[in-house]
């Protein structure tokens, strides 16, 4: 059986998931032929795990000539895997030289973006696979079950609270995300994920968006009030006052981290750690969302990106009944002995008395009308995601085109559909007004 040729584009930190599928369990049916990044320092620590497991060096090429390497090294497959605002470039380029695509979420950012890709799979004929994989985690299948076979009738309307902790959250205001022409902001970057989950456990495309926010926790003008006035340098460990500071990144500690991007700084200048209450960042952290369905449904929807604890709360109201879901995927973050930001142990509440603790937990609960309320069990998942990595790379790597009656594969259209949510509601922060979606397939 011969196996698909596979080239990357982008060797990060989330390129590792595929690199570790290529070379582990999924070499039997994929190969890793060719890859590229702009940083060859980051090319370097994976080609060492790569010779590490058995495999030769995959052939380097300059991003720019991608086209040029799909067609020399006869590519059947591409994963795209750099910041979001390089994804139409690469995602068109790609397809046009006749190679396949995955492309890690978002699809693209902008109007333009989904408009070049467009073009490239209506040329080309070839397929874009967008990797959600909150799709494949056991409880948000659980709910899609729920709703598809009509336990709570036809959905009238969504609820849907997702909180990042500080430690999460944070990080994607130090980062290149915090600039939102390179993300797209967390509406694109971030809920692109939460509004697939939607228009997947729906069944339905957005037609209407109306959004408000704002930069209210993180950020230069925020430092005063959040923090007193102190003055933490980008990529610094310690405040003015001497103290760990539960806000700093010490990526040097992280040796995955340390080679990725502080080893490797002197390549292209990037810093991962950098300061977020410092200058530059043009992303909000507090968001609200109200969307409007084509089958007649409305979702309300809100992001916090400094909450203490992280995890999800969705309602789904029905003709006959509700369904409830609400997922701790981690209690809370504390400080230790030096100040420093640590995840809380939840599985051993040593923070406080047993009821002060916040366990990790999902659950799903559904109450018809004139019925008593009974939690559905979940499913065990494995690995990351909620269970769901592990899922997501069997189906992609063994081409699973369809996976009836749950649909998990998400094509382009899946992927133009999350995304067009957050392009509108960015559009809507910037005019006031609400948004209509021409540019979402609807159904």
Same mark, same amino acid.
């Given at each position: ?21 290529? $070379? ?10 060719? /890859? !590229? ?37 006869? =590519? ?7 910041? #979001? ?25 902008? *109007?333009?973006?989904?408009?070049? $890709? ?43 609270? /997702? ?7 944070? #990080?994607?205001?130090?980062? /290149?995300? *915090? ?7 967390? =509406? ?7 509004? #697939?989950? +939607?228009?997947? /456990? $729906? #069944?339905? !495309?957005?037609? @209407? ?32 006052? &001497? ?34 209450? &410092? ?55 504390? %400080? ?5 930001? +640590? ?22 609960? =559904?109450? @018809?009308?004139?019925?008593?309320? @009974? ?23 063994? *081409? ?28 809507? =922060?910037?005019?006031? %007004? ?10």
């Amino acid at each position: 059986m011969s196996r698909e040729r596979y080239g990357m584009v982008g060797t990060g930190h989330r390129a590792e998931m595929y690199i570790d599928a290529l $070379i582990g369990p999924h070499s039997d049916v994929a190969e890793l032929v060719a /890859w !590229s990044d702009s940083n060859p320092g980051r090319l370097d620590y994976y080609a060492d795990k790569v010779r590490a497991a058995g495999f030769a060096d995959p052939v380097r090429f300059d991003p720019a000539a991608l086209a040029d390497t799909v067609r020399a090294q006869r =590519l059947d497959r591409i994963i795209v895997t750099t910041p #979001d605002f390089t994804h139409a470039e690469f995602v068109s380029a790609a397809l046009i030289a006749g190679a396949d695509v995955v492309v890690e979420k978002p699809l693209t950012i902008d *109007r333009e973006g989904l408009d070049t $890709i467009r073009v490239a799979v209506e040329q080309s004929g070839r397929s874009v696979v967008t990797t959600f994989n909150y799709r494949y985690s056991p409880r948000n299948s659980a709910l899609r079950t729920l709703i598809a076979e009509g336990s709570i009738g036809q959905v009238t309307s969504v609820h849907f609270e /997702w909180a990042l902790d500080t430690m999460h959250g944070a #990080d994607y205001f130090r980062r /290149w995300h *915090r600039d939102k022409a390179n993300s797209g902001g967390l =509406l694109v970057h971030k809920s692109s994920h939460h509004f #697939d989950l +939607v228009n997947w /456990w $729906i #069944d339905s !495309s957005p037609v @209407r968006v109306f959004a408000s926010g704002g930069l209210r926790f993180y950020g230069e003008d925020n430092a005063q009030l959040r923090r007193g006035g102190l003055d933490t340098a980008a990529g610094g460990l310690l405040d003015q006052r &001497g103290a760990a500071d539960p806000f700093a990144l010490d990526i040097a500690a992280d040796p995955r981290l340390k080679a990725l991007y502080v080893d490797t700084v002197a390549h292209d200048g990037y810093h991962r750690d950098q300061n977020v209450f &410092g200058p530059g960042i043009t992303i909000e952290d507090n968001l609200a969302v109200l969307v409007d369905y084509a089958s007649g449904a409305t979702m309300s929807y809100s992001l916090n990106a400094h909450s203490p604890w992280e995890g999800y709360r969705v309602t789904v109201n029905g003709t006959e009944g509700r369904a409830e879901l609400e997922v701790v995927e981690r209690s809370s973050v504390l %400080l230790d002995a030096d100040g420093r930001a +640590v995840l809380d142990p939840s599985a051993n509440p040593v923070a406080g008395p047993a009821d002060t603790v916040r366990p990790m937990t999902e659950r799903l609960v =559904l109450q @018809r009308h004139w019925e008593s309320a @009974r939690e559905v069990p979940i499913p065990e998942g494995v690995g990351g995601h909620g269970g769901g990595d592990a899922f997501l790379l069997e189906h992609l790597f063994t *081409r699973v085109e369809s996976d009836a009656p749950l649909g998990r594969v998400a094509g382009f259209d899946d992927g133009v559909r999350a995304v067009s949510v957050g392009i509108a509601g960015n559009e809507s =922060l910037r005019t006031g %007004l609400p948004v209509i979606l021409p540019f979402a397939p609807h159904r």
